[in-house]
């Protein structure tokens, strides 16, 4: 199994603290829910390029390989 670097990990936790702050700040100025909701994708999305998480993405293809009968 592959397996995510303790750096990664640390770095991926400290940019999903920043995107739930920056939410949080953008829910207490009155911003509208679905443009709070839009910056959240956005930013995971953007994690996601940056720090992808090398378990969770061996898992997606081990269960797609599954459905398609490839396993």
Known sequence: MIQNDPETIARRG???KT???GA???R???E???DIQ???NKH???LA?????KEKQEKALNIAAKAQGIV
């Open 28 to 30: 207490d100025a009155g």
């Open 49 to 53: 390029k940056n720090f992808p998480d």
């Open 14 to 16: 400290v940019a999903l």
């Open 44 to 46: 995971r999305q953007d």
């Open 38 to 40: 839009n910056f959240i």
């Open 24 to 26: 949080k700040e953008m």
């Open 19 to 21: 995107i739930a702050e």
């Open 32 to 34: 509208n829910p679905v």
